[in-house]
């Protein structure tokens, strides 16, 4: 067990619908990464906090947006959702007190999104 | 891009032969970290080395950085069929590859 939680496990929802999906880090953890994983395109980084402060930026869509609250949990909002949204959503925790590259993530057991 | 490219994209293998797996990046690193995910889970870290270390160790694992070359390699001694998985590098920008997926056939 990681100790990193990730909610719901599936969601199924229609085109055009937003949804949210929710992490609660590692205990301790200050920094969190989502991840999509779709079938054909591997990991695809989207976005990173630390502490509350958007720290790194990846392949994100502007329909996406992400925040981490003050209890460090952090929320991945999708809208306008199109049947190429449907993949695995993976959040992952650092354990290191400042932004370091140098921990490893733990991972938790993702969000599988379905839109139909 | 300092994505990680994990080389082969499959690999099969008897239990008991060693699997080694391949990655490639395209800037200078820090460290490199290796990860395996089983079918439909999250990503689980094995190991991580050092840009000034050319080699590590951590039970049946062995991994070596050449930054010379900017590749990596993972060595999985005397496979076994639990070691059925995904494996994939990142590089310390944690931009994940595609992964290799291993299977160890009993």
């Known amino acids: 067990d990681s100790g990193v939680t990730q909610t719901p496990k599936h969601l199924i929802t229609a085109t055009g619908q937003r949804v949210t999906l929710r992490c609660s880090p590692r205990s301790g953890d200050l920094s969190v990464y989502w991840y999509q994983q779709s079938l054909d395109q591997g990991l695809q980084f989207l976005i990173q906090?630390?502490?509350?402060?958007?720290?790194a930026k990846g392949n994100i869509l502007e329909r996406f947006s992400a925040q981490q609250f003050p209890d460090l949990h952090s929320e991945l909002n999708l809208s306008s959702l199109e049947l190429g949204d449907s993949a695995l959503y993976f959040c992952?925790?650092?354990?290191?007190?400042?932004?370091?590259?140098?921990?490893?993530?733990?991972f938790g057991n993702g969000t599988r999104l379905t839109v139909t | 891009s300092q994505q990680g490219e994990e080389d082969p994209q499959a690999l099969s293998i008897q239990e008991g032969e060693n699997a080694t797996m391949n990655c490639s990046y395209k800037?200078?690193?820090?460290?490199l970290q290796w990860y395996r995910q089983n079918s439909g889970r999250g990503l689980v870290h094995l190991i991580l080395?050092?840009?000034?270390?050319r080699e590590k160790h951590s039970g049946r694992l062995r991994v070596t950085l050449d930054t010379s070359k900017k590749s990596s390699s993972l060595l999985i001694t005397a496979s076994r069929a639990a070691d059925t998985a995904s494996y994939f590098c990142?590089?310390?920008?944690?931009?994940f590859g595609t992964g290799t997926r291993l299977q160890v056939f009993p």
């Open positions: 992952a925790s650092s354990s290191s007190g400042t932004v370091s590259y140098n921990s490893p993530l733990h």
């Open positions: 800037t200078s690193i820090n460290n």
């Open positions: 906090y630390y502490n509350g402060e958007e720290r």
């Open positions: 990142a590089t310390d920008k944690l931009i």
């Open positions: 080395i050092r840009s000034n270390e």
